[in-house]
């Protein structure tokens, strides 16, 4: 098992920018490719980013690229997106995810999930 605690979120402002912490814990949580998902109100839980388990490749929605940057402290166990440039369509719950490197990463599966943190963007 994998646990999953995001922390970061909070209001931001257009153009402005916010991170986001993810911290693993369990079973060797450094050996897992994780993911940022994010979910705004009345829609569909979207796939934002992804890095490979030892950092050497990424992925990233469209709507995000250039904009925010995924990346990983495996000595901490957690992995951070830092979103720059803010549009208030990044408005959502934002999930941190987990699973073992079986996948390419632009797959959406993932096993262990965290709780969401809330990401408000006002214009």
């Known amino acids: 098992q994998v646990q999953l605690v995001e922390s970061g979120g909070g209001l931001g402002q257009a153009g402005g920018s916010l991170r986001l912490s993810c911290a693993a814990s369990?079973?060797?949580?450094?050996?897992?490719?994780m993911g940022w998902f994010r979910q705004a109100p009345g829609k569909e839980r979207a796939y934002v980013a992804a890095?490979?388990?030892?950092?050497?490749?990424?992925y990233y929605a469209n709507s995000v690229k250039g904009r925010f940057t995924i990346s990983r402290d495996n000595a901490k166990n957690t992995i951070f997106l830092q979103m720059n440039s803010l549009k208030p369509e990044d408005t959502a719950v934002y999930y941190c995810?987990?699973?073992?490197?079986?996948?390419?990463?632009?797959?959406?599966?993932?096993?262990?999930w965290g709780q969401g943190t809330q990401v408000t963007v006002s214009s």
């Open positions: 369990g079973r060797t949580s450094s050996r897992y490719d």
């Open positions: 890095i490979r388990w030892n950092g050497g490749s990424s």
């Open positions: 995810a987990a699973r073992l490197p079986i996948y390419g990463l632009e797959n959406r599966q993932y096993t262990y």
